[in-house]
Structure formats: C-alpha cells, structure tokens
C-alpha cells in the first residue's frame, strides 16, 4: 500500500465513522464523540499535533472508544518522517504509533459493526507497517501480528499478502511465495489476487512466472480488454529489456503479445494503449524478421496502428469517446 493510498483510505475511514456515529457511543458519550469529531477535522487538515491532543480528550472522556486509539497512533504515525529516521523524536512518533494501535485492536476485539471491523482491521495493517523493513524494522514483532490478522480473518487474501510482503522484505523468498499463493487459493475466481502474485515475480526478474500469472489473470477475466493489454505490455517489456533472450524465444513472447492485444482490441477497439503497443509489438517483430519484404509489411502495419493510435487519443481529448479505456 503507497503512502498516498494509505492516507487516503484512513481519512475516508475518518469521514465514514464520523458521519455513523455508533449507537452505543452517541447516547452516553455524546461529550466523547463531539471530541473525537473535532479530532478528526484536525486530522483531514493534517494538523496531527492538535488531532492528537482531540484524540485524547476523546479517549478521556470515554476509554472504550476504539476508533480513537486507532485515529491517535495513526496522528503519530503520520508524523513520522523517513528522511528523519533515527531520530529519537521522530522514531518517538513510531513507537507511540504501535501502542495505540495495539490498544485499537484489543478495544474492538469482538466487534460487529462494520466500520469497528474495518477500523481493527486497519489497525492491524498499520501496526505490521510501523514494524516493517521501511520503518522500525522489526520482523519478530510484525509476523507474530500479521499471523494475528490471518487468524482473524481466514477469507481475507490480503492478509496473506501482507505477510507475503513481509517475507519478501526480509529476502525470504520461498515463504513469500507461499503467502502469495494463499491468496490467489482463496480467491481463484478474482483477478487481483493473480496480480499481486504477477507484482511479485515482476520484482523477482521470474518472467515465465510472471507471465503465467498474468494469463491467469486474464483468464478469470475475459471480458476485461486490460488483463490482455497487460499481457501484451509485459511481454513487450521482457524482450525489450532482456538482450539475452534467445531470437526464437523473443520472437514466440513477441507474438503471445500480438496475440493478447488482439484480445484487447476485439473487446474494446478504442482502446488507445492497445492500439500503440500492437504498434511496439509490430516494429519489433520486424526487428527478428529476415526476409526484407516481410520486414516491411511489418513496419507499414505498424504504422498504420500507430496513426490509429493517435486517432483514438484525438477522439479521446475532444471528448468522443472519452474514457473509453481498458473495460
């Protein structure tokens, strides 16, 4: 998860819990929640030293307020610099993080109401965060959590995959592949799962098992005109970085991407990125080709995908078929 995303998906957490306001806090804890609420204005506007200080009143005022402690260590943990990392202020800021977090998940142990749910959860995934390679740096603490939030939840394949990530971090590459597949067995009918698996050898250089997981993908997802770009994009990218591959092998990934971007374009024959790398895929083709006439019916399709292509983006930035992209 990016810092961006992981942001954003706090503060919509933020606006969703403060616009619920759970029955059994707003009738007897009318002060607390007007504390948290406040907090949490602070908190969108990135003042974490006053939603901290929010935070706490909330939690004075009512200790059983769950959301609060999640919302506190996530103030500390926003105010956490990388650039400043061993710093004892500033690695101070990580360390408060995980006690609140530890506490948010004890709190709301047991609960039902889906935004205390979803709110454990991310309590869970910020704590096995702050003890990753990125910050403190921790395994021995955030596997034994990660196991925790497997545990809790046994449907959920991002659980493994936090875990897969994880192991990878650490350079245990067997276990990671392991956690990986966990997810994909959970949910062989969902795409994602076989895309972060994808994601995974893509970072390991294993291109036959990359691959493999990206046909996967798109099998679980014919109807979908990117799982097929996908293909052809990575297959591009394989011959066009690896300068070992042997011609006969490049030539045959070559045309699996010709191949997959049909796919693409017979689903979606507007699609702006198809269109531009069945051009790539062409010129390179051409590139294996012997014979100079058939180099040259090659490079003359090419072009004519290529002007195709900047048809489609025309349409596009004048509206015609805006959007019209992938699905």
Request: charged share 30%.
């Given at each position: 998860?990016?810092?961006?995303?992981?942001?954003?998906?706090?503060?919509?957490?933020a606006?969703a819990?403060a616009g619920?306001?759970?029955?059994?806090?707003?009738?007897?804890?009318?002060?607390?929640?007007?504390?948290?609420?406040?907090a949490?204005?602070?908190?969108?506007?990135?003042?974490y030293?006053?939603a901290?200080?929010?935070?706490?009143?909330?939690?004075?005022l009512?200790?059983d307020?769950?959301?609060?402690?999640?919302?506190l260590?996530?103030?500390?943990?926003?105010?956490?610099?990388?650039?400043k990392?061993?710093?004892?202020t500033n690695?101070?800021?990580l360390?408060?993080?995980?006690?609140?977090?530890e506490?948010?998940?004890?709190k709301?142990a047991?609960?039902t109401?889906?935004?205390?749910?979803?709110c454990?959860?991310r309590?869970?995934?910020?704590?096995i965060?702050?003890?990753?390679?990125?910050?403190?740096?921790d395994?021995?603490?955030?596997?034994p959590?990660?196991r925790q939030?497997?545990e809790?939840d046994?449907?959920?394949?991002?659980?493994?995959?936090?875990?897969?990530?994880?192991?990878?971090d650490?350079?245990?590459?067997?276990?990671?592949?392991?956690?990986?597949?966990?997810?994909?067995?959970?949910?062989p009918?969902e795409g994602?799962?076989?895309?972060v698996?994808?994601?995974?050898?893509h970072?390991?250089?294993e291109?036959?098992?990359m691959?493999?997981a990206?046909?996967?993908?798109?099998?679980?997802?014919?109807?979908?005109p990117?799982?097929?770009?996908?293909?052809?994009s990575?297959?591009?990218?394989w011959v066009?970085?690896?300068?070992?591959?042997?011609?006969?092998?490049?030539?045959?990934?070559?045309?699996?991407?010709l191949?997959?971007?049909?796919?693409?374009?017979?689903?979606?024959?507007?699609?702006?990125?198809?269109?531009?790398y069945?051009?790539?895929l062409?010129?390179q083709?051409a590139?294996?080709?012997r014979d100079?006439a058939?180099r040259?019916e090659l490079?003359d399709?090419?072009d004519?995908?290529?002007?195709r292509?900047?048809?489609?983006?025309?349409?596009?930035?004048?509206?015609?078929?805006?959007?019209?992209k992938?699905?």
């Amino acid at each position: 998860m990016s810092l961006r995303v992981a942001r954003l998906t706090v503060v919509v957490l933020a606006l969703a819990i403060a616009g619920a306001a759970c029955g059994r806090y707003s009738i007897n804890n009318i002060r607390s929640l007007k504390a948290f609420q406040d907090a949490n204005k602070h908190y969108m506007k990135t003042d974490y030293p006053a939603a901290i200080e929010g935070y706490k009143d909330a939690i004075r005022l009512n200790p059983d307020l769950g959301f609060a402690y999640f919302f506190l260590g996530n103030s500390y943990d926003q105010m956490y610099k990388p650039t400043k990392k061993g710093d004892p202020t500033n690695d101070g800021y990580l360390v408060e993080a995980t006690k609140q977090y530890e506490i948010a998940i004890a709190k709301l142990a047991g609960a039902t109401n889906p935004k205390e749910v979803e709110c454990r959860k991310r309590a869970f995934e910020y704590l096995i965060n702050a003890y990753g390679a990125d910050k403190l740096n921790d395994f021995s603490k955030a596997e034994p959590i990660a196991r925790q939030l497997i545990e809790s939840d046994q449907s959920d394949p991002s659980n493994h995959q936090l875990l897969g990530k994880l192991y990878e971090d650490l350079g245990r590459y067997e276990e990671a592949e392991a956690e990986y597949r966990k997810a994909v067995d959970l949910r062989p009918n969902e795409g994602l799962a076989y895309m972060v698996l994808a994601g995974y050898y893509h970072r390991r250089g294993e291109n036959q098992k990359m691959m493999a997981a990206w046909h996967d993908r798109a099998k679980v997802e014919p109807n979908n005109p990117e799982a097929f770009h996908t293909i052809a994009s990575y297959y591009w990218d394989w011959v066009f970085k690896d300068k070992r591959l042997p011609r006969a092998d490049a030539l045959s990934n070559v045309m699996k991407g010709l191949a997959a971007e049909n796919e693409a374009l017979k689903l979606n024959p507007d699609y702006f990125e198809a269109a531009s790398y069945k051009n790539l895929l062409l010129r390179q083709q051409a590139l294996y080709e012997r014979d100079p006439a058939k180099r040259k019916e090659l490079t003359d399709e090419a072009d004519i995908w290529y002007k195709r292509a900047i048809e489609i983006q025309k349409k596009q930035n004048t509206g015609g078929d805006a959007g019209k992209k992938g699905k």
